[in-house]
């Protein structure tokens, strides 16, 4: 029934041959049909709220061993406790208040999972992550002052602007500051996301959407 999730992880995890892994993006899916990606072998998945990595992904970890959960949504710091027991990688760290609660979390929990800086390379008023300007000063900070695990960084470009120049512009902070992980490209974009070194691409539709 559910084939053609198969057919459309296959299809993509091919397009990259080794060049950047893939996070299959399961917010607003069933747990039917994200089985059927961990029945295949899939194993790297992200979510952008809390409520639902908690309702599908306790009993999920504990079903398939070796399930890697991203959290890619805004976090608030009520929400940092289960983040940091539940999610492998947050990437949408992108403020002191919140870099502080994590490392305080980790440190209380003895549990360290990785964090990536979102940064708003478009100074969208309304979209989460620090903002250019800020951003090299602020993952300085969280690394050397914090001590908090920052392995990478992930944007979300403007829907109406050319992805290109944003991934570019991360590429190049990623770059100065000696970070290898770059979560960037979702279904519409991620062509263009290699183009400019992403690591990992994040894809919803195109995993859950049938195609004729
Ligand atoms: C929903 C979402 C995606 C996936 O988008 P698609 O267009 O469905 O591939 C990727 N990244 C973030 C942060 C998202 O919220």
Redesign the pocket.
Known sequence: MYLYLINNLNSIVKQLSGAARLLV?S?NQPVEKITPLLDAGHREF?E?RMQEVSQKWRALKLRYPGVKLHF??HLQSNKVKDAVALCDVI?TVDRLSLAEALIKEMQRSDHFPECYVQVNTGGEQQKSGISLEEAENFIAMCRDRLKLPITGL?C?PPADEDPAVHFALLQGIARRLGLKILSMG???DYEVALNYGATYI?????I?EERI
Do not use: C, H, L
């Open positions: 993006v917010k992200a952008n890619i949504g990437q992930m979300i979702m279904s519409n994040r894809i919803g539709r195109g859950f």
